[in-house]
Nanobody, 127 residues
Framework: EVTLVESGGGLVQPGGSLRLSCAAS????????MSWVRQAPGKDMEWVSA????????YYEDSVKGRFTISRDNAKNALYLQIHDLKSEDTAVYYC????????????????????WGQGTQVTVSS
């Protein structure tokens, strides 16, 4: 069975940093692009970032460009999101998802009915 386990979230002050991790299993990891999505309180699920199968191409939502860096280690079946200069609006539950490597798939990976979900990891930005 496909399993996605997110970790690395926590409480951090504005301007701080976090490194989120996603441990994947149950599928051929390097056959898929991967994405990070998030859901803030009272908001819809939002696509944040994506990375191609070999890490050669990355994509970011405008509000996180220059602050977030997505990466992957295919030998470890792991996906990462390095976050700097956290802002209050980054407060959300963050999830990793399969897919999202093309513009047409950005909205698809935010759909609850699409593919598999992990439990997510909570990021709270507060002073």
């Amino acid at each position: 069975e496909v399993t996605l386990v997110e970790s690395g979230g926590g409480l951090v002050q504005p301007g701080g940093s976090l490194r989120l991790s996603c441990a994947a299993s149950g599928f051929t990891f390097d056959h898929y692009s991967m994405s990070w999505v998030r859901q803030a309180p009272g908001k819809d699920m939002e696509w944040v970032s994506a990375i191609s199968w070999n890490g050669g191409t990355t994509y970011y939502e405008d509000s996180v460009k220059g602050r977030f860096t997505i990466s992957r280690d295919n030998a470890k079946n792991a996906l990462y999101l390095q976050i700097h200069d956290l802002k209050s609006e980054d407060t959300a539950v963050y999830y990793c998802r399969r897919g999202g490597g093309s513009t047409y798939n950005r909205s698809l990976v935010t759909k609850y009915e699409y593919d598999y979900w992990g439990q997510g990891t909570q990021v709270t930005v507060s002073s």
